[in-house]
């Protein structure tokens, strides 16, 4: 079903986004604590409060959330200090707090919302599998014409979508996602730091791998590129780059 066949988007009334970001985690090959990726809520959040949308935040589990570090334009590393939106959005308390007392997705009423958007970072791919919730919201969200929207490494969530008649939802799909290129630069940069040795990742699968053994026409435009693709009501984002141009897909395919 395409959004263009459904009645489900309301134009009498704001937009409604159901963001989803991950719960905080442990990986599994480096120890380290995980969380979601800053500029993956604060970008499209921007973008989407820009045109008058409403935007909640939910995360599968619900609760407090955490961010991994490197992606907090305060933190040491420097990583994303150029990043002023996720700046703006920490120092603005009302914001900041709404990582503080997510709303669990088992609570998501599809009905209300004209899209769910899931957001990255390193947490999703060592927490969705058993985020069986989130899997079958986002299935719902898509086969109710609604648009269905994934990021980053938030696009693990594909990996366990089956559609109601046991398909892979991506199966013939054209998709983004984190790109092999990419998972490659950050072991690159971990083994240069002798933080993992040479035989071990950090991530412990690949999403453009995953997808492509599902069925997905897998596309990426190269490293670190903003770069999101839209599939009837599917929209995928490549990386922590592309959390703008994820959301001026949605907002395409909602209408504007």
């Not at 009498?12 to 986004?17: S, T, V």
């Not at 899931?118 to 079958?136: C, K, N, Y």
């Not at 648009?147 to 089956?162: D, F, N, P, Q, W």
């Not at 109601?164 to 630069?185: I, Q, W, Y």
Request: a negative charge; one cysteine or more.
């Amino acid at each position: 079903m395409s959004l263009m066949d459904s009645n489900a988007v309301d134009p009498n009334r704001p937009k409604r986004i159901a963001l989803v970001i991950a719960n905080p985690a442990v990986s599994s090959t480096t120890g380290w604590p995980v969380g979601f990726w800053w500029s993956e809520l604060s970008h499209p959040y921007h973008a989407f409060t820009e045109r008058g949308y409403e935007v909640e935040i939910y995360s599968p589990a619900g609760g407090a959330c955490q961010a991994d570090a490197m992606s907090d334009p305060r933190d040491p590393s420097g990583y994303s200090e150029a990043d002023i939106l996720s700046m703006g959005f920490l120092s603005t308390p009302k914001l900041a707090a709404l990582v503080e007392s997510t709303r669990p997705v088992s609570e998501l009423d599809v009905d209300h919302f004209d899209a769910i958007v899931v957001a990255g970072g390193q947490s999703p791919m060592f927490s969705f599998e058993q985020a069986t919730d989130l899997h079958r919201k986002f299935v719902d969200f898509y086969e109710a014409g609604k648009v269905a929207a994934a990021l980053c490494h938030g696009t693990a969530v594909l990996r366990y979508a089956r559609l109601s008649n046991g398909e892979a939802l991506v199966k013939g799909r054209t998709v983004t996602g984190f790109a092999n290129v990419e998972e490659d630069f950050a072991d690159n940069a971990v083994w240069s730091m002798n933080l993992l040795s040479r035989d071990e990742h950090v991530m412990p699968w690949r999403i453009e791998d995953e997808l492509k053994a599902l069925g997905a026409n897998y596309i990426q435009a190269g490293l670190w590129r903003s770069f999101a693709v839209r599939d009837g009501n599917l929209v995928t984002g490549q990386q922590n780059f592309s959390g703008a141009e994820t959301a001026r897909k949605v907002i395409e395919a909602l209408g504007g």
